[in-house]
């Protein structure tokens, strides 16, 4: 599986993006895709994922009200929608993927199997 993520830039505080993520290859199994991210100096970090069947999704507490995640599964994509963007919201946000994702491990890095090359976001206060 191959991701090309897509999306991120510089928005003001209190704006919106969308990243976008697609994959090459196959899908089988407990698919699921999702968003890391890592700030400067910061550990990586769980933002959001989703599994194809089913759709079941797994929020951080810090995207909870303001951030959505979709899939299409016939195209193989994965949207991140982002709203009310905050300062602590500057990272690298990275696509990952993944054919063996249950449900208690959608938040674990370690899951996932394949990353994609990561987009930055900056949100200026």
């Known amino acids: 599986v191959q991701l090309q993520a897509s999306g991120g830039g510089l928005v003001q505080a209190g704006g919106s993006l969308t990243l976008h993520c697609a994959a090459s290859?196959?899908?089988?199994?407990?698919?699921?895709m999702g968003w890391f991210r890592q700030a400067p100096g910061k550990e990586r970090e769980i933002v959001a994922a989703?599994?194809?069947?089913?759709?079941?999704?797994y929020l951080a507490d810090s995207a909870k009200g303001r951030f959505t995640i979709s899939r299409d599964s016939a195209k193989k994509t994965v949207d991140l929608q982002m709203n009310n963007l905050r300062p602590e919201d500057t990272a690298v946000y990275y696509c990952?993927?993944?054919?063996?994702?249950?449900?208690?491990?959608?938040?674990?890095?370690?899951?996932?199997?394949?990353w994609g090359q990561g987009t930055l976001v900056t949100v200026s206060s």
């Open positions: 990952v993927a993944d054919n063996s994702i249950i449900l208690s491990s959608m938040g674990n890095a370690a899951a996932y199997k394949y």
């Open positions: 290859g196959r899908t089988y199994g407990s698919y699921a």
């Open positions: 989703i599994r194809w069947n089913g759709g079941s999704t």
